[in-house]
């Protein structure tokens, strides 16, 4: 039998725990199937030391798992499950290089303002594992994102609580009016294979080559954009004052870590206009300390203290008068004072606004109180289909989880397709003048007037992943029988060309024999609501930003979590990316970990994925038993659901450990159920009848082991002993499965 590699990849914070747990499960009921699992190392601290072999010992150095991963996914046999990592920003990359270096790796200080080549040289290594470093290199396919069914039904039969709408509610969603990256976009379609140069000439006439010998494909989408960051700060202003004449709680939604250059510049203007008096004053005091505002409020503090007792309490003091003129900021931690503009990581749109709206349009104050909102999203790209959410739940009160229908997504991100793709062509200006994108004839593509401080940035989609997403998209409808509606808004420039050729390939995929519409953000959300209400399906297909969106709105709002879904990436070339549920919640659960050996992680995410996996695997090898594996695993989740076996939230009740012996018992009995496989039925009847009759005894060990802090050694790089020995608690369970593997 020839053997087919499953890699599981070693990633950060909560998933990272429960797999410490989950895998050995794995690997034991994969054993003599045909299948190896193996792990490969993306986590943030690994991603880190693999950019300074010159730098480690023979016995620290870690390969580049994530390249090594990238070139798989250009082969027909890649088969990779995907854990939630973390997409770091700045203050992370400081914590993890701070931890390592503890740890005894020789690996230098995070240079924020390179001073001399060596510098720059530092930076640019680590530029390579800020913000969505891992996504782009294996999304080399289109996302299909959705709730497996029994993760739908189980949600109408065990409905979560969706907060009180009425018309009268003041919480609203701003965007800017002009100046934004929407106002600003241009886009063209390249006639020819060529290299692209953008170039910056100065208003004294200087130039500068931004960056050249970029290759575009004929076919392919090329846009550029820009953001005014004088109308940015004016937007801002404004947004301040409406706040605190309407008596509304002031948040930011922004996206500083997939977007690692726009947003979090974007954010630091936030924090520069909310405490524009502070800066005014003491500009010079902190910027001789180092303080970015684009790292927030937190850095500002941490900063000060470098000054003399005198200078530093009078920031405090002007930072104290500055809050009592503004409206009450959103806060992440209202026991501890961290607001909105404290940490650009802490506040992620995709995460954030759809909470937002599940708790009727507000967050925490400073009191620890929910107050509604106004909800800054500057570009109008997205803020205004926020804005559509808001009005309808005004208008028609809060969804109902019980009714609802589903909103899958059919996700266009393949070869960093789009926004999140333009991290090494965006730039923000040094001076006035000029940006011109030319090809290597010379010809203009596009120019755009910039002045100092403001972002540009292009971003490109190749035509093969267009083609794709659009069959894809009518794959999804003909196996569903939902309506296709792509968020497409024609009066965006990008826009306009995907639906060029969305309209050119939808014959060609066979789009005469479903229901499609084209609709703009708005109306495309409001029609999904509008049929949701109803109970009816439809399927969003999106760009790579709103598929990021829109598979965190929709779940939590049907499910109570994006951490349920299933996201299957058929690969361009042939094999299949299998990513799990979205992250935001891994950091909170872990502290609680930490605190109470108590992990809250819902693993339903890596067993779907893993269930899509193996049924993968059986229609591209001809491999029975993983079709076995796959049908049975099913079976099992569906069990798992029904006898609600997913982590509980309180000290005592069922955790993340014992939602995985449930998981193993139930696909054990399947196993030694099932028929159509002698050899797997002989092997799991005796585990099947062990994980049953030892099952009081390993709950008493779970349930035993919480309630007292756990010890890891590690945040970000966590010791590996500990981790296994903390996340695999009960001797019995061990010994059942270490026997199979």
């Known amino acids: 039998m020839a053997q087919q590699k499953i890699i599981w990849t070693r990633i950060d914070e909560a998933p990272a725990l429960a797999s410490y747990s989950f895998l050995p499960i794995v690997e034991a009921f994969t054993r003599g199937t045909g299948i190896d699992v193996e792990t490969s190392d993306i986590s943030l601290a690994g991603r880190i030391l693999a950019q300074f072999p010159d730098r480690l010992g023979d016995d620290q150095r870690i390969p580049d798992k994530l390249a090594e991963l990238g070139e798989l996914t250009q082969h027909a046999d890649a088969a990779i499950i995907k854990l939630p990592n973390i997409s770091a920003s700045v203050p992370q990359l400081k914590a993890a290089i701070k931890e390592l270096q503890e740890k005894g790796y020789d690996i230098p200080d995070y240079p924020e303002k390179p001073a001399n080549p060596e510098e720059e040289e530092i930076q640019a290594r680590y530029a390579r594992v800020l913000g969505s470093a891992v996504n782009p290199v294996l999304r080399e396919g289109n996302s299909d994102r959705r709730a497996p069914l029994s993760v739908k039904a189980f949600a109408k039969k065990n409905p979560h609580r969706l907060g009180e709408w009425t018309s009268d509610n003041k919480a609203r969603v701003a965007s800017m009016e002009g100046g934004d990256f ?76 997939m977007m690692k250059v726009s947003d979090p510049v974007m954010f630091g203007h936030g924090v520069k206009v909310f405490f524009s008096d502070v800066f005014d004053e003491f500009g010079d005091d902190l910027e001789a300390v180092g303080v970015n505002p684009n790292l927030g409020l937190g850095d500002l503090y941490s900063k000060i203290e470098k000054l003399d007792a005198d200078k530093k309490a009078r920031i405090e003091d002007a930072i104290t008068k500055q809050y009592e003129s ?8 209202s026991d501890k004072g961290i607001t909105n503009l404290h940490a650009p990581n802490d506040v992620i749109i995709d995460a954030s606004m759809p909470v937002v709206i599940r708790d009727s349009g507000q967050m925490w104050n400073a009191d620890g109180n929910l107050q509604q909102t106004l909800a800054m999203v500057p570009d109008r790209s997205y803020g205004p289909m926020y804005e559509a959410v808001f009005e309808d739940c005004k208008k028609n009160g809060a969804l109902d989880p019980a009714t609802m229908g589903s909103v899958p997504n059919v996700g266009l991100m393949a070869q960093k397709a789009e926004e999140y793709g333009s991290h090494p062509t965006t730039f923000v200006m040094d001076a006035d003048g000029t940006v011109t994108v030319t090809d290597q004839d010379g010809a203009k593509l596009y120019d755009h007037e910039v002045h100092q401080g403001d972002i540009w940035r292009m971003s490109r989609v190749r035509d093969i992943p267009v083609r794709n997403w659009v069959e894809l998209a009518v794959t999804r409808a003909k196996a569903t029988g939902a309506p296709a509606v792509f968020f497409l808004d024609e009066l965006r420039a990008h826009d306009a060309n995907v639906i060029e050729k969305v309209k050119a390939y939808l014959p060609e995929a066979g789009g005469d024999e479903i229901e499609y519409v084209i609709k703009s953000p708005v109306d495309a959300i409001t029609y999904c609501l509008e049929r949701c209400r109803r109970g009816e399906d439809s399927i969003s297909v999106t760009g790579n930003v709103l598929r990021d969106y829109l598979t965190d709105l929709f779940p939590i709002l049907e499910l109570g979590t994006s951490a349920k879904m299933l996201s299957v990436v058929p690969l361009l070339n042939g094999g299949g990316l299998f990513e799990t549920g979205a992250g935001g919640s891994a950091p909170k659960h872990v502290q609680q970990f930490l605190k109470e050996n ?6 339903l995410g890596e067993f779907s994925a893993l269930g899509a996996c193996f049924e993968h695997i059986a229609q591209t090898t001809d491999n029975a038993k993983a079709k076995v594996l796959g049908e049975t695993l099913d079976s099992a989740i569906g069990r798992f659901l029904d006898d609600n076996k997913s982590p509980a939230r309180k000290l005592g009740q069922i955790d993340n450990r014992g939602s995985h012996y449930y998981l193993a018992l139930y696909w054990a009995q399947a196993l030694a159920a099932q028929d159509d496989d002698a050899d797997l039925k002989k092997r799991f009847e005796p585990v099947a009848a062990q994980l049953t009759e030892n099952e009081q005894k390993i709950n008493d060990e779970l349930i035993a082991a919480q309630g007292k802090p756990v010890d890891l050694d590690g945040y970000y790089r966590p010791d590996e002993e500990k981790a296994a020995a903390a996340m695999r608690p009960s001797a019995t369970l061990n010994g059942i499965i270490d026997a199979m593997r």
């Open 182 to 257: 929407y106002g600003n976009e241009k886009s063209v379609v390249a006639r020819a294979d060529s290299t692209l140069t953008i170039t910056f000439r100065g208003e004294d006439g200087s130039e500068k080559v931004l960056k050249d010998g970029l290759g575009v494909l004929e076919g392919e989408i090329v846009d550029g954009t820009v953001m005014d960051v004088s109308a940015l700060q004016s937007f801002y202003r404004d947004q301040i004052e409406a706040a605190k004449s309407e008596d509304l709680l002031l948040s930011l939604h922004l996206k500083a870590t």
């Open 326 to 333: 503004r409206p009450r900021l959103a806060m992440v931690d």
């Open 598 to 603: 108590y992990l809250r992680w819902d693993s």
